[in-house]
């Protein structure tokens, strides 16, 4: 099912919304035709369904409560692949992408905020997801630490004493953090520990921290969902 993400505050019933140019773009590639009909949302604020007038002219037909799945907010350091990261992570249905320089992290000071969003409300309407993945950046660990809302915490964690991924996840909004190429210093983990992050692990083999970014964020993800549809 096609979708779109209107950037406006307030839509009622049989609202008329104009198509500017950016949408009018995203429409052409969508292929969409006159009369049909998509979802659309207003960033965590209303969905429902739209129907294509004109040009530049849409109508909303429907509003409906969203059904959100439970949160899934993923920690990670700053990587030259963070734009591919974003993506997997949107289709992957994390809800929330906090990016920070690590103390080891090569990339610094992430200028790309504005172009990381639109690739994720891209990837978002590509996989059908309600609202796209909300991204934020923080200068370093301990503010994005600041940010972060109750809930479970975990990290993946290279040394010995550590629990595997899969027997600690629980059925309660999720925070994971991946600490960059060279793992997360002593000072890091013990400020993660502080905010009680709990060390696990990912298997026997060392990951990239891409990759070991979406195996933890799928394996949390089919946890949750299956616990929900369960």
């Known amino acids: 099912m096609k979708r779109i993400f209107l950037k406006t505050d307030k839509i009622s019933l049989g609202d008329q919304v104009p198509v500017d140019k950016e949408l009018w773009s995203h429409l052409k590639v969508l292929r969409v035709k006159e009369g049909e009909e998509f ?22 037909i429907s509003l409906e409560e969203p059904n959100f799945p439970l949160p899934i907010t993923a920690l990670c350091s700053l990587t030259k692949n963070s734009s591919d990261l974003i993506e997997k992570l949107s ?9 920070f320089e690590a103390e080891r992290s090569v990339v610094k000071n992430s200028r790309k905020i504005d172009r990381f969003k639109k690739i994720a409300e891209l990837s978002a309407s590509q996989s059908n997801r309600c609202f796209p993945l909300e991204i934020s950046f923080y200068p370093n660990l301990i503010t994005a630490l600041n940010s972060l809302e109750p809930g479970l915490r975990l990290v993946a964690a290279l040394f010995s004493e550590r629990t595997p991924l899969i027997k600690e996840i629980k059925t309660t909004p999720t925070t994971f953090a991946v600490g960059p190429e060279g793992d997360f210093t002593a000072d890091e983990y013990e400020l993660l520990f502080k905010n009680n992050f709990k060390p696990v692990s990912l298997g026997d083999l060392v990951l990239k921290s891409e990759t070991a970014a979406l195996s933890m964020a799928a394996t949390i993800s089919n946890m949750l969902y299956s616990s929900e549809d369960g």
């Open 39 to 60: 979802n659309f949302s207003t960033f965590y604020s209303q969905f429902g369904r739209i129907r294509y007038l004109k040009e530049n002219l849409l109508e909303v």
């Open 91 to 99: 289709e992957l249905g994390v809800k929330s992408l906090k990016l």
